[in-house]
Nanobody, 123 residues
Framework: VQLQASGGGLVQAGGSMRLSCAAS????????VGWFRQAPGKEREFVAA????????GYADSVKGRFTISRDNAENSVHLQMSSLKREDTAVYYC?????????????????WGQGTQVTVSS
């Protein structure tokens, strides 16, 4: 399964943006999709993760209450709805996948990485 992230761009602080992670091919069984981000000069960090069946999800404390991860069955994709954006949310956002049922927050646990999409939040 290959994943492709899209939807980034420039937004003002306090605004909203939706990122999408499209999966090529059908996913069978247990699968996890995670969103990560990497700001210049910083390590890649966990943002959110979702089980493919949509039943379980987890968030980093820094985005909890502002970001929502969800699955779109029709589009075979996972979305990351971001609201109340802050300048510190500026980063390249990546989606990644792995088989299994555990919502890992470590990037090392994910094996299928999509191309990142830039999100820039201006003041």
């Amino acid at each position: 399964v290959q994943l492709q992230a899209s939807g980034g761009g420039l937004v003002q602080a306090g605004g909203s943006m939706r990122l999408s992670c499209a999966a090529s091919g059908r996913i069978f069984g247990s699968y996890i999709v995670g969103w990560f981000r990497q700001a210049p000069g910083k390590e890649r960090e966990f943002v959110a993760a979702l089980s493919w069946d949509g039943r379980r999800r987890g968030y980093a404390d820094s985005v909890k209450g502002r970001f929502t991860i969800s699955r779109d069955n029709a589009e075979n994709s996972v979305h990351l709805q971001m609201s109340s954006l802050k300048r510190e949310d500026t980063a390249v956002y990546y989606c990644a996948g792995r088989e299994g049922s555990v919502l890992h927050s470590s990037s090392e646990e994910y094996f299928s990485w999509g191309q990142g999409t830039q999100v820039t939040v201006s003041s």
